[in-house]
């Protein structure tokens, strides 16, 4: 299959045209499609197995799909090993759980993308980690284990390894959700910070408050659909579909 590698400036920076994926005979994905403009944050919410993970994982090409279109960051997505090696240098991917290399120092964890994916030495390597991990605000953790770390401190590291890959789109699946409450904040405001720079990002999570905040439009799904899109005003003020609003009533 070719890869276009070009995009137009008007072109979305991804796009899912009719989406379907089954786990065998289960549907979960049920005909996806949404268009998200290049620095949009959009936020995606809805009840355990109505299909967010699905959804972000087929961003990046960590998930096929098995009808339908996906275009990210002017690449056609197809079930191809090219075309989803090339989609995942465009989309970062932040985890429940952080997946740090446990025998590698946060600065080993950080250079390891940089030099092993993109070619570049150990000081240049060195140089983007240590940005980075300023970026998160813990550059004095550089030389410490993961395991030496709180729970937000990591998932902090795990957000610099993302952004080290320099991506154009920052995709979150619950990043908060693993975490002691006293540390949610601390990855929301860097979360928020990173929404700042313009970076385009796809946050799944049940943290309103940042919903609120931080995205230009939320995304309700159930039972692989997206049942509702709007910005948070609307979302929060007048949801549309009851299933929206009963979901809303259960976390707020
Ligand atoms: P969510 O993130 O909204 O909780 P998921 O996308 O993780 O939903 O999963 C949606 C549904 O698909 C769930 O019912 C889940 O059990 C099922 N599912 C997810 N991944 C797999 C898999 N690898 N194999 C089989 N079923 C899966
Ligand atoms: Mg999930």
Known sequence: MRIEAAVRDDEPIILFDNVFKSFGDFQVLKGISLSIAAGERVVICGPSGSG?????????????????HIRVAGLALGTDDASRRAVRGKAGM?????????????????????????GMNRAAAEEIARRYLDRVRIPEQADKYPRQLSGGQQQRVAIARSLCMEPGIMLFDEPTSALDPEMINEVLEVMAELAGTGMTMLCVTHEMGFARRVADRIMFMDHGEIVETAPPERFFSAPESQRCRDFLQKIL
């Open 94 to 118: 932040v985890f429940q759980q952080f997946n740090l290399f446990p025998h590698l120092t946060v600065l080993e964890n950080l250079m390891l993308g940089p030099m092993r994916a993109r």
């Open 52 to 68: 967010k993970s699905t959804l972000i994982r087929c961003i990046n090409g960590l998930e096929s799909y098995d009808a339908g």
